[in-house]
């Protein structure tokens, strides 16, 4: 099982009793040796003393490990063997009979909390995305929006009746783990607890991202409406299930073109708004000098927007987001207390130590690579900008235009509201925003932008 794969060596590891020093053994790919969240030498921990020490350095080691594997969990190896139709693109449905990019599961890898799901996995004309086919029988709901068949009355589809010239649309995101809602649930980490995580398989296939609940493709109630996908589909219920978010945890611009093609995307769907937001990996690497370089940086934005061009509907539409000025999670958290118990500080330098730091150009304690970082993500930004103004007009089938990741407009917001600041942050991690507190401020930011500078690009109410 999964959940074994993630944490049985560790829940294993505790009732035995190992000490930290020996995890790190057992666990060959984690550098961890001489690692310590609390300055208490983990080789020299007895497995008889500092009990609560040692607690905090076995959660500290399980925050490294969940961070070091989120990017590559073997998902794909647990259905070997199994008669299913398998997908081999990490960005696709792990189950997707009719391979038509949809899948009628949820709780697998890439099923219908990153996409609509599919109304019926065995019929390749039938997925959510689609605009009504007049030659098919109209009794077969196409698009999976809930509507099908004949009004007696009038001799037409319920679809083209109640569908047709309305302006339907589906909402696309292309993205990081930011995008995709990346969180790792506190309560994991009361250790007495691990064995009774209800939803743990349903969190590790999602890749411990909660696309459900982003400011793009959310749809929980929990999230009262708040994702771009909810507003579409309140404007118009044609638009139901028509959601696709290819986000990945690790991706940066140079992986856009890679997350045009797991679109299903045709000149016959829905005409999309989309969101493109690669917000910080092409600066978080492991120094200053492997951040993305601008001519890169531009070849690769300009190759994704033209493969995108490529295949989709004519009205499509596409809002270029720039990067976040991330020395606000050293300013904001440093000095706060992670609920492992030790400042932030402590753990974004033993999260370097093991090697699993999320951004160490961002989260360390050298405010001159933090700056020179942000100085980096200005660059890259300004350069996306330019880019939207120069390649927009040569565009065929999509319209575009750029707007600044709006951070500090959310975090003013805050202040404004006396919402603290830490709250935008995820409180494990200390570095991606809350999915739960900053996605719900993004999503606000971004409709009263559109509304305000771009408002041809929304259906009528």
């Keep these: 099982m999964v959940a074994d794969y993630l944490l049985g060596e560790i829940i294993e590891a505790l009732i035995q009793k190992y000490t930290p020093s020996e995890i790190c053994n057992k666990f060959s790919f984690m550098h961890c040796n001489g690692c310590s969240l609390n300055h208490i030498n983990p080789t020299t921990l007895k497995r008889e003393e500092g009990k609560e020490a040692k607690e905090t350095q ?53 099923g219908s909390d990153w996409r ?28 999976c929006n809930g509507i099908a068949g004949i009004n007696p009355v009038t001799k037409k ?45 349903t969190t590790v296939n999602d890749e411990l991202d909660w696309p459900q609940l982003t400011y793009s493709t959310g749809f929980k109630p929990e999230i009262e409406g708040e994702s771009i996908y909810m507003e579409m589909r309140r404007r118009n219920l044609c638009s139901h299930r028509a959601y696709q978010n290819v986000g990945h945890n690790g991706h940066r ?62 009205g499509s539409k596409l809002l270029v987001l720039g990067l976040v000025d991330g020395r606000v999670l050293w ?27 999320p951004c160490n150009t961002w989260l360390n304690n050298n405010a001159t690579i933090r700056d020179l970082a942000s100085q980096h993500a200005a660059l890259l930004s300004k350069t996306a900008q330019q880019t939207v103004d120069e390649i927009s007009s040569s565009l065929q089938n999509i319209t575009i235009s750029f707007y600044p990741f709006p951070l500090q407009e959310a975090l003013a917001y805050a202040k404004e509201h006396d919402i603290p600041a830490y709250t935008l942050i995820e409180p494990v991690d200390g570095f991606h925003p809350s999915v739960h507190v900053a996605d ?22």
Excluded at 288 to 306: E, F, H, N, P, Q
Excluded at 443 to 450: D, L
Aim: charged share 30%; hydrophobic share 35%.
């Design 331 to 357: 300013d904001t958290m440093n000095n706060r207390i992670h609920p492992l118990g030790v400042p932030y500080k402590n753990v974004y330098s033993f999260l370097t130590c093991t090697d699993a730091n």
């Design 253 to 314: 611009m140079r992986d856009f073109a890679d997350q045009v093609a797991a679109l299903h995307m045709s000149p016959q769907d829905k005409p999309f708004i989309g969101m493109m937001a690669y917000i910080g990996n092409d600066i978080c690497k492991h120094s200053l000098k492997d951040m993305t370089s601008v001519d890169s940086y531009k070849a690769d934005m300009i190759k994704g927007l033209r493969a995108l061009d490529r295949v989709a509907p004519k």
């Design 157 to 201: 589809s319920y679809e083209e009746e109640l569908c047709e010239g309305t302006d339907s649309h589906q909402v696309v995101m292309f993205g990081d783990s930011a995008s995709s809602g990346f969180h790792i649930p506190p309560e994991w980490f009361h250790l007495q607890n691990l064995s009774n995580i209800v939803d743990l398989w």
């Design 116 to 143: 609509g799901r599919d109304c019926d996995d065995h019929h390749k004309g039938v997925y959510p995305t689609k605009i009504e086919d007049k030659t098919m029988d109209p009794s077969i709901d196409q698009n």
């Design 440 to 461: 719900r401020l993004f999503y606000r930011f971004f409709m009263k932008h559109i509304s305000e500078k771009l408002p041809h690009w929304l259906p009528a109410e």
């Design 58 to 110: 076995l959660k500290g080691l399980l925050i490294s490990y969940i961070l070091e594997k989120a990017k590559k969990l073997p998902y794909r190896e647990h259905l070997k063997g199994r008669n299913v139709k398998k997908s081999t693109n990490e960005l696709l449905p792990l189950v997707d009979i009719d391979e038509d990019k949809f899948s009628d599961l949820e709780q697998i890898y890439r």
